[in-house]
Each structure stands twice: as structure tokens, then as C-alpha cells.
């Protein structure tokens, strides 16, 4: 069975911290591993992370895979409040027919001011 | 484009009801998915179509479930009949599956409560 395991579950944290959200992975055809944020509504896409080793920016945000462990973590820099959110890992595997994500639990950071 | 289109944003009903969500994929994506997400159980992957063929059911809960697509455009997740448990947030989300980015794109959701 597919298996996408995050963590911390929840974090706190204080304006200007940087913090380090990790996800565990062990699927079958894996394909590429994806990030997502979610607020209050639907989440959002943040980053596809193919390759091994090579780091997507976006702004104060980054991650990097890295396929022999199995893991991925995304970095955020100088948080602000409104990096308090959920923030979801999937996983993306592929058979003929399509492709399919099993996503994790989930980290819930807080961000106080 | 107006995104993914899900309708309706909350849904309040009875036990034994049955309940109709409906969900309007992105023009020219040709995968949807329907996830369900509770605090319980985190976001589940309920049924994914391709080209509008069912590929994978197996994460519906159980036969009071069903989806279909009857074409590229439309797609219906129903519950006959409902239960409290269903309470839920239900994302249709669609992708174009076979490019480079495959990225999936959410609705805003519907929220479905089962009294």
C-alpha cells in the first residue's frame, strides 16, 4: 500500500524563523513528489519535484527531493503570518492509464507575530 | 479559464438523503479526481477518471458511493443514502495528464454535512 508520512504534525513558530517540513514517501511507479498549501480553502500547488538533488525556489520557499531516501523537505525562510497554513506532500505515481497522488497527513504550522 | 468549478460550495442534509456533488473540470485537462477531507482522516483520493473512464475506485468508502462522468466537462459524485460520517469536505481536482507538470488543480470544495 502507498504511503506518504509527514512531519512535524504541527509547528509554532515566530516571525522571521525559518522552518523545515519533511515528507516520507514509499509508493510504487513513483513519478514526481508535489508540495501544496492549504489555508481555509482548497490547496494550492507550490512545487513538482522530479529530479534528485536539485532545489525549486519560490521566493522565501524551497524544496529539494532527494530519491535515495525516499524524502523531500520544503524550506521557508523568514516566515511571516501568512505562512500559517497546512502543508500537504503528495506523492505521484503513473500507470498506463493515468496518474494518481497519495498525499500525507499534513503539517500545520503557526506563525505568531 | 475559471478554474475548477464545484457545485454546491455547502450542502446540509438528512441521514438517508441522497446527496449529488457536482464538479466542472478545467477545459482541455482530461484527469479528475475526487478527494474527500476530514480532520480524522487527512485528504483520501476517493476515484480518479481518465479521459472519463473510472480508472481507480478503490479508495471509495463503500457502495452508498458512486461517481460518473459522463463526458469531459462534467462529473457527479453521489451518496445514496447519506450518513452523518459522510460529513466532509469533497475536492474535485483535475490535471492534463502526460505533460511535464501534471500539476493538479483543486476546486474551492463543497462542504457536505449529514445531520
Known amino acids: 500500500e502507498d504511503k506518504v508520512v509527514q512531519s512535524p504534525l504541527s509547528l509554532v513558530v515566530h516571525e522571521g524563523d525559518t522552518v523545515t517540513l519533511n515528507c516520507s514517501y514509499e509508493v510504487t511507479n513513483f513519478r514526481s513528489l508535489l508540495w501544496y498549501k492549504q489555508e481555509k480553502k482548497a490547496p494550492t500547488f507550490l512545487f513538482m519535484l522530479t529530479s534528485s538533488g536539485i532545489e525549486k525556489k519560490s521566493g522565501r520557499l524551497s524544496s529539494i527531493l532527494d530519491k535515495k531516501e525516499l524524502s523531500s523537505i520544503l524550506n521557508i525562510t523568514a516566515t511571516q503570518t501568512g505562512d500559517s497554513a497546512i502543508y500537504l506532500c503528495?506523492?505521484?505515481?503513473?500507470?498506463?492509464?493515468?496518474?494518481?497522488?497519495?498525499f500525507g497527513g499534513g503539517t500545520r504550522l503557526m506563525v505568531k507575530p | 479559464d475559471a478554474g475548477v468549478i464545484q457545485s454546491p460550495r455547502h450542502e446540509v442534509t438528512e441521514m438517508g438523503q441522497e446527496v449529488t456533488l457536482r464538479c466542472k473540470p478545467i477545459?482541455?485537462?482530461?484527469?479528475l479526481f475526487w478527494y474527500r477531507q476530514t480532520m480524522m482522516r487527512g485528504l483520501e483520493l476517493l476515484i480518479y477518471?481518465?479521459?472519463?473512464?473510472?480508472?481507480?475506485d478503490s479508495g471509495m468508502p463503500e457502495d452508498r458511493f458512486s461517481a460518473k462522468m459522463p463526458n469531459a466537462s462534467f462529473s457527479t459524485l453521489k451518496i445514496q443514502p447519506s450518513e452523518p460520517r459522510d460529513s466532509a469536505v469533497y475536492f474535485c481536482a483535475s490535471s492534463w495528464a502526460g505533460g511535464s507538470t501534471d500539476t493538479q488543480y483543486f476546486g474551492p470544495g463543497t462542504r457536505l454535512t449529514v445531520l
Open positions: 477545459s482541455g485537462h482530461n484527469s
Open positions: 503528495a506523492a505521484r505515481t503513473n500507470n498506463n492509464a493515468g496518474n494518481m497522488l497519495t
Open positions: 477518471f481518465n479521459n472519463n473512464v473510472p480508472i481507480d
